[in-house]
């Protein structure tokens, strides 16, 4: 049953997209399980380039089924954006399976979001504003709205009807704003279903239909570790589940299915919104990363926080999700630096740290323990095999790789499809 997990090692943005897309002509089915159009993946095929946000990115594979799973939240009106300008471009999107199970990210849910950030001020988490949050809140009341829910108007209206009953009380009394009306919630909804119904399967039963047949299914995860709800840097966390666990759950496969996990790792660490980073830099050299890498959300656009390499959380990556591999993206981005710092533990009230600290108290006082390794100067946008980069940047691979606890299997080396040096293959 050659079933994948590809997931993101850090706080998200590692280059998961551009790892899937190197796998779709292998793979026969890609499935995102959680999240919703807070993550983004940026994939680059040819001279053309590709911002998806909700969509797998399989989509962009002919041969490939691409599957939004039970514990994606779907915005309708997103989905379509993005679904008509990939039609635009030529991209056949006739494929594409939904879960009946997955939540609907209701206009409320959207205006919760945006009201709450604005209300909590300095205090604020630093989400998208697009609803997620409510909406994984309301799957966990049992008051959400799921996309078979559309296809049974008294069901709907009831539900929507019973969540608003709850959340006008809280705009009106507590936010000042107007009350929402049950009835154009119901009228906005119902006008997704008609266009929305050749997509809806069962995909719990599609797809492990398709292990049974060793076709090779990909899961992946929207952000990355350390944005995962229980084992992230809480509460500066999604609302879901990306870790490897996730995928069992937000798509509807047992544990004992999954055959290889794979993590991405950027060769330099990044991360979007607030919350402790202990690698961040303010100088010179963090901006020279965030520009050199293009570090700017695909989905938010917001320039991202910008570091050097934590091998603590690597291996920490390694551990809750039980890495097999790592796909190390962006090591061009390094090319120019004389010296290359390498975050090996953490000083916490004076003493040295080698794992992920479990408080948030300790994880906010965390100062990096740095190893200096030499950089390098030459061009490696157009290596083909590990041999072919330099000896300092083998050298720097080679460190990163005993650090984090897993081999690392591929290298980008460039943002286009073909540059990518492949050392194992994961299928």
């Known amino acids: 049953m050659p079933a994948l997990v590809l997931l993101g ?15 779709g002509g292998s793979v026969d089915y890609v499935v995102r399980y959680q999240g919703g159009n ?59 399976l939904i879960s009946g199970n997955a939540h609907i990210i209701t206009p409320y849910n959207v205006t919760v979001d945006k009201v709450t950030e604005r209300f909590l001020g300095k205090r604020k988490i630093g989400t998208t504003g697009r609803g997620i949050g409510p909406t994984y ?35 009106a009394k507590l936010y000042n704003r107007r009350a929402i009306e049950a009835g154009q919630v119901v009228e906005e909804l119902l006008g997704y ?11 719990v039963l599609v797809l492990n239909q398709a292990l049974e047949q060793d076709k090779v299914v990909l899961f992946e995860g929207g952000q990355g570790t350390l944005l995962d709800i229980d084992h992230g840097t809480y509460p500066f966390v999604t609302s879901s589940n990306p870790t490897a666990g996730g995928a069992c759950t937000g798509a509807g496969v047992g544990p004992t299915k999954i055959s290889r996990v794979i993590g991405i790792l950027k060769a330099y660490t990044t991360r979007v919104g607030s919350g402790p980073f202990p690698t961040e830099l303010f100088d010179e050299d963090g901006e020279a990363l965030r520009r050199i890498g293009g570090e700017r959300g695909v989905t938010t656009g917001r320039d991202r ?33 004389e010296e290359i710092p390498v975050c090996v533990a953490y000083e916490i ?26 950089g390098w100067s030459e061009d490696i ?19 990163l790789e005993d650090m984090s606890g897993a081999p690392i299997s591929a290298i980008g080396v460039g943002p286009g499809r073909d540059e990518t040096i492949e050392i194992n293959s994961f299928i």
Not at 151 to 157: G, K, Q, R
Not at 360 to 365: L, V
């Open 305 to 337: 926080r910008c570091g050097w390499f934590d091998a603590v959380i690597a291996r920490y990556a390694t551990r809750v999700n039980g890495l097999t591999d790592f796909f190390l993206t962006k090591l061009d981005v390094l090319t120019g630096w």
């Open 137 to 171: 809140a309301d799957k966990i009341n049992r008051v959400g709205i799921r996309i078979q829910d559309l296809y049974d108007e008294s069901i709907l209206t009831q539900k929507v009807e019973a969540a608003l009953d709850f959340k006008n009380q809280i705009l």
């Open 349 to 374: 009230d004076g003493k040295r740290v080698e794992e992920l600290p479990y408080s948030q108290t300790d994880f906010h006082h965390a100062k990096p323990v740095y190893e200096t390794l030499p």
């Open 38 to 96: 807070n993550a983004g993946h940026t994939v680059v095929v040819g001279d053309q380039k590709y911002a998806l946000h909700l969509l797998p990115s399989g989509i962009l594979t002919p041969e490939c089924t691409p599957v939004i799973g039970n514990g994606v939240v779907v915005d309708p009106s997103v989905l379509f954006s993005e679904l008509n300008g990939l039609n635009e471009r030529g991209v056949d999107t006739s494929k594409l």
């Open 193 to 203: 279903a008609d266009r929305l119904k050749p997509y809806v399967a069962d995909t």
């Open 381 to 399: 946008t157009k290596a083909k095999t590990f041999a072919d980069l330099p000896k300092n940047a083998q050298a720097y691979v080679k460190a």
């Open 9 to 23: 090692a850090q706080w998200g943005d590692e280059g998961k997209g551009k790892a899937t897309d190197l796998l």
